[in-house]
Each structure stands twice: as C-alpha cells, then as structure tokens.
T-cell receptor, first 114, second 112 residues
C-alpha cells in the first residue's frame, strides 16, 4: 500500500459543486501539503500544514479550503468548483524542519470541472 | 517572473548519450535544492538532493552554482528508462523549510 493515499483518484464534476479530496499518510510525518499541477506551470502550493493546529495558505489558496483532521489526514475542499480548477492535485508529506527534508507525494487526484 | 524556472524541453537524447540541463532560482535565500523525477501522469519522486559541493549518484550528477543561482542535472549514458520530466525544487529556512518551490519541469526523451 502507498504511504500517501489520495481519494478519489479521478473525479468529474460540474461547475458549482462542492468537492473534497482526501489524503491520508502512514509515514508519521507532521507536515502535509496540497499542490496542484497544470501543464507548463509546474506544481503550485495551495495549502500546507505543519501540524494539526497549524495551517497555512500557499501561493494559490483562493477558492480552496483545507482541514487537518488528524496528523495522518489532510483534506482539500473546493466549495464551489469552477472549470479553471481542472487540474491534477497532489498531496505530499515531509518530516519537520530539516534542510534536507524531501517531499513524499501521493499518486494524485485528477479533477475535471465541466 | 517565476521563482524557479526550467527549460521545458523536450531534450531528445540518443540512448547512451549525455544530457544536461539547468534550473534557475530567483530567491537568493534559497538554501536547499532537489531534483525530482516525474513519469507521465504519475507523482514526482525524489531523484537526488543537491549539495553545495555537488554530488553524484550513479549516472546522475547534480551541481549547485550559488553565484549564478542555478542548479544543474547531468545524466550520463542515458537509458530509455530515463525518459521523464525532471522537476527542480528549492526551499529555505525562512519558511521553516516548509515551502518547496518547484519549476515547471524539463522533459527528457531518450530515443533508441
């Protein structure tokens, strides 16, 4: 089983619908992240959380919200989805505060908003 | 201007050849650097960290040039399996090592 699990893996929805993407991890890491990836733009940070009580906005948080339900769970919500939120979304984890700390990614959630 | 920039490629490389490409970063406070590999429609996976003195892992060599603010990746004796997109990432202490900034990736295509 993957250390970082995202659900759903694929989702097609309509404009205006509420969508939740869920992420769970078994790595025991404190830090969790949500990124979106669009062709030609690379990975853009949406939100990140250093622990259950610490949540921070990233570069492109507008239109998104998150919830850190437990150390192992970090969910991303689109309250009212719009077509330009069509993208590949990745959850990631890392150990806390190390210069050499790397990110471990989930397999991604492909979201299409019609 | 993006904080981390890469030549998108593609770099078309004959099998067995050497390919090298760079990643430039604009934040002079950047302190840690990484190369990730991403296969088509898959998640990025760490290829190697980049250390100040440069480092090598098998056929892969990473270099850091702080003065010119770029990192490089060189792949020797390219294999078909090296075909992928290579993402660079930078991080710094100011954000408690929390805000990894990624480039858009360089695509490498190794041909028989």
């Amino acid at each position: 089983d993957a250390d970082v699990t995202q659900t759903p893996r694929n989702r097609i929805t309509k404009t205006g619908k509420r969508i939740m993407l869920e992420c769970s991890q078994t790595k025991g890491h404190d830090r969790m992240y949500w990124y979106r990836q669009d062709p030609g733009l690379g990975l853009q940070l949406i939100y990140y959380s250093f622990d259950v009580k610490d949540i921070n906005k990233g570069e492109i948080s507008d239109g998104y919200s998150v919830s850190r339900q437990a150390q192992a769970k970090f969910s991303l919500s689109l309250e009212s989805a719009i077509p330009n939120q069509t993208a590949l979304y990745f959850c990631a984890t890392s150990e806390g505060g190390r210069e050499t700390g790397e990110l471990f990614f989930g397999e991604g959630s492909r979201l299409t908003v019609l | 201007r993006k904080e981390v920039e890469q030549d998108p490629g593609p770099f078309n490389v004959p099998e067995g050849a050497t390919v090298a490409f760079n990643c430039t970063y604009s934040n002079s406070a950047s302190q840690s650097f990484f190369w990730y590999r991403q296969d088509c429609r898959k998640e990025p996976k760490l290829l190697m960290s980049v250390y100040s003195s440069g480092n090598e892992d098998g056929r892969f060599t990473a270099q850091l040039n702080r003065a010119s603010q770029y990192i490089s990746l060189l792949i020797r004796d390219s294999k078909l399996s090296d075909s992928a997109t290579y993402l660079c990432a930078v991080n710094n202490r100011a954000d408690s090592w929390g805000k990894f900034q990624f480039g858009a990736g360089t695509q490498v295509v190794v041909t028989p």
